[in-house]
């Protein structure tokens, strides 16, 4: 990755996803696969499969974040 890249996607009416490693990388986590897939087991890090492809659904664990900030 060239540089930092920040992350600015309008959510609110439409989904996103990323793969477990996309996401891990942009939340300087990419060492730590492990412990994401666990945090996917127990609920805390939304995600949705599509076939064998498990994605992080970045639009629910915001609008979960917000929900918790209420």
Do not use: C
Not at 35 to 47: C, K, R, T
């Amino acid at each position: 990755m060239k540089g930092k890249e920040t992350f600015s996607v309008e959510l609110s009416e439409h989904s996103y996803y990323l793969t477990l490693e996309r996401f891990a990388e942009l939340i300087g986590m990419a060492d730590q696969l492990p412990l994401l897939e666990n945090w996917i087991d127990a609920g805390a890090l939304p995600m949705r499969q599509f076939g064998e492809q498990r994605l992080v659904d970045l639009r629910a664990l915001l609008e979960r974040q917000e929900r918790s900030e209420e």
